[in-house]
């Protein structure tokens, strides 16, 4: 990473963010940054690579599709990810625009963004504080948030698996495509053997 060791560098990141999303997206990331800040507290984590990978796992969303599939062949990513969509192009991709465009270079914290939409097999602390931050940050309001919220507190882990579990039941009611990486983080973290 390009350490941000001041108040200043904070603000400057807040500020290219903020000009690539709409206000309220920009809200989102704030209360992901502080949410994970929460959740490094609670589990010993650096606080301010918690608070810059919260701030900016969404930096992505709001780019065109031809910006994405221009970085999938760029990068030469796996051709695979051209049959899915912005849901899964923002964290997996995003990170590459984050990489570029902020100038952050610390893996930690781009592999947090490529996993906070699917979750991954192994998840660093960090991949599970920002996948949660961003699941029970104080505006979401989906049924059983809270319950979401304080599985979290008590257990980062746990809440994964909720997470998991829950967005897959999500996705299957709505017959919405599933990514490989989000079935393999289900078996991972909740299915029974
Ligand atoms: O970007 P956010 O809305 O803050 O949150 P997110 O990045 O966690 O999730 C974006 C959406 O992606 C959310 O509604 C769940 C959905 N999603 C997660 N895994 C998959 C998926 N959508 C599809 N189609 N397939 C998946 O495997
Ligand atoms: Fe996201
Ligand atoms: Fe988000």
């Not at 929460?38 to 701030?55: E, F, R, T, V």
């Not at 030469?76 to 625009?97: C, Q, R, S, T």
């Not at 100038?103 to 998840?123: A, C, F, P, Q, Y």
């Not at 579990?165 to 991972?188: C, G, M, R, V």
Request: some cysteine; overall charge negative; aromatic content about 10%.
């Amino acid at each position: 990473m390009t350490t941000i060791n001041n108040e200043f560098d904070l603000a400057t990141l807040q500020k290219q963010v903020h000009y690539q999303l709409s206000d309220s997206r920009y809200q989102h990331c704030l209360r992901t940054s502080e949410r994970a800040v929460q959740l490094a507290k609670l589990n010993h984590y650096d606080l301010q690579k918690a608070q810059i990978a919260g701030l900016v796992h969404d930096y992505a969303k709001e780019r065109s599709d031809a910006d994405f599939i221009a970085m999938i062949k760029q990068e030469k990513l796996d051709p695979e990810l051209l049959n899915y969509g912005n849901a899964i192009w923002h964290g997996v991709v995003g990170a590459f625009f984050i990489k570029y465009e902020l100038k952050i270079t610390d893996e930690d914290i781009l592999n947090s963004v490529r996993r906070h939409t699917t979750g991954d097999v192994r998840m660093t602390t960090l991949d599970k504080i920002v996948f949660m931050a961003d699941y029970t940050e104080p505006k979401r309001d989906f049924t059983g948030v809270e319950q979401a919220r304080e599985i979290t507190n008590q257990d980062l882990d746990a809440g994964v698996a909720y997470q998991l579990q829950h967005t897959l039941e999500f996705l299957l009611q709505k017959h919405s495509q599933i990514y490989p990486l989000t079935i393999a983080s289900y078996n991972q973290w909740v299915a029974q053997k």
